[in-house]
């Protein structure tokens, strides 16, 4: 059975709530409180049960990891020209997002400012570059940025890994 590397993606997030989710039963299951000298009652799920469950979760867990590691390194997307994997991809992506926000901020800066000061002299404070060209080169970084992660999730629909879901949908 295939499912499409995207629907991998969300899979992996859903085995991982379901292994948080798991261990914290364990904790439930594990201790209860009772009156001196009365029996604890048994639940019905038992431990060794809530154990296999969590073996076949990180097995597939890790399965699934290996699955989605290896279609990020072998399949491609063409950017700007560029061919590159699908993990270079994302951290491209993740740098230009990086690089915008820094752009962003140096664009939010005045030109010129007052600097408050208690000394008898007016100071201001100078920005040493164009704030606006700052501006510009943040919109145009997040639009990058942006065609790229669509690229990239396109590409995650068209890539199939073998691996069986039917035990969680």
Do not use: W
């Given at each position: 059975?295939?499912?499409?590397?995207?629907?991998?993606?969300?899979?992996?997030?859903v085995?991982?709530?379901?292994?948080?989710?798991?261990?914290?039963?364990?904790?439930?299951?594990?201790?209860?409180?009772?009156?001196?000298?009365?029996?604890?009652?048994?639940?019905?799920?038992?431990?060794?049960?809530?154990?296999?469950?969590?073996?076949?979760?990180?097995?597939?867990?890790?399965?699934?990891?290996?699955?989605?590691?290896?279609?990020?390194?072998?399949?491609?997307?063409?950017?700007?020209?560029?061919?590159?994997?699908?993990?270079?991809?994302?951290?491209?992506?993740?740098?230009?997002?990086?690089?915008?926000?820094?752009?962003?901020?140096?664009?939010?800066?005045?030109?010129?400012?007052?600097?408050?000061?208690?000394?008898?002299?007016?100071?201001?404070?100078v920005?040493?570059?164009?704030?606006?060209?700052?501006?510009?080169?943040?919109?145009?970084?997040?639009?990058e940025?942006?065609?790229?992660?669509?690229?990239?999730?396109?590409?995650?629909?068209?890539?199939?890994?073998?691996?069986?879901?039917?035990?969680?949908?």
């Amino acid at each position: 059975m295939s499912i499409n590397l995207a629907e991998a993606v969300k899979l992996k997030s859903v085995i991982t709530k379901k292994i948080q989710e798991r261990t914290f039963a364990v904790n439930q299951l594990t201790h209860v409180i009772i009156e001196k000298g009365e029996q604890p009652k048994r639940p019905d799920y038992t431990l060794e049960m809530l154990e296999a469950e969590l073996k076949q979760l990180r097995y597939d867990s890790r399965k699934l990891d290996s699955l989605i590691y290896r279609a990020n390194i072998e399949n491609v997307i063409v950017f700007k020209d560029e061919e590159m994997p699908i993990v270079e991809a994302i951290e491209l992506a993740s740098q230009l997002r990086a690089e915008a926000a820094l752009c962003k901020s140096l664009g939010s800066e005045e030109k010129e400012a007052f600097y408050h000061n208690s000394g008898e002299a007016i100071l201001y404070r100078v920005a040493l570059y164009d704030p606006m060209t700052y501006r510009t080169r943040a919109n145009e970084l997040e639009k990058e940025a942006h065609r790229l992660s669509n690229l990239i999730n396109a590409k995650n629909y068209q890539v199939e890994i073998e691996f069986d879901d039917s035990n969680y949908f």
